[in-house]
């Protein structure tokens, strides 16, 4: 079994910064591929950046690049989430999940099959 717990969340103004956390268990950890998403009041959950294994490639959803940064430590089976020059339209309920297979970018949420809780990011203008 898999658990995947988020953290760091917050209420941030614009052009702030957040980093989010995501601790994982079980020992698959460091060879899949880990992403993040977010789902806003009424929106349907959307991509928002994917890790390989290795940590050594990345995938953005283009709304977010060159201002998110998405890492991994396998060593403390944890992926994080850099959120910087944060704007309203970033407010939303993050999620980390495991995707269980190959492509890094597969975006679907439906690829992915464990989840964690969420977390809150809420930007302020």
């Known amino acids: 079994q898999v658990q995947l717990v988020e953290s760091g969340g917050g209420l941030v103004q614009a052009g702030g910064s957040l980093r989010l956390s995501c601790a994982a268990s079980?020992?698959?950890?460091?060879?899949?591929?880990m992403g993040w998403f977010r789902q806003a009041p009424g929106k349907e959950r959307e991509f928002v950046a994917a890790?390989?294994?290795?940590?050594?490639?990345?995938y953005y959803v283009d709304s977010v690049k060159g201002r998110f940064t998405i890492s991994r430590d396998n060593a403390k089976n944890s992926v994080y989430l850099q959120m910087n020059s944060l704007r309203p339209e970033d407010t939303a309920v993050y999620y980390c999940?495991?995707?269980?297979?190959?492509?890094?970018?597969?975006?679907?949420?439906?690829?992915?099959?464990?989840w964690g809780q969420g977390t809150q990011v809420t930007v302020s203008s």
């Open positions: 999940a495991r995707r269980n297979g190959d492509g890094l970018g597969r975006t679907n949420p439906r690829e992915y099959d464990y």
């Open positions: 890790i390989s294994w290795s940590g050594g490639s990345t």
């Open positions: 079980g020992r698959t950890f460091s060879s899949v591929i």
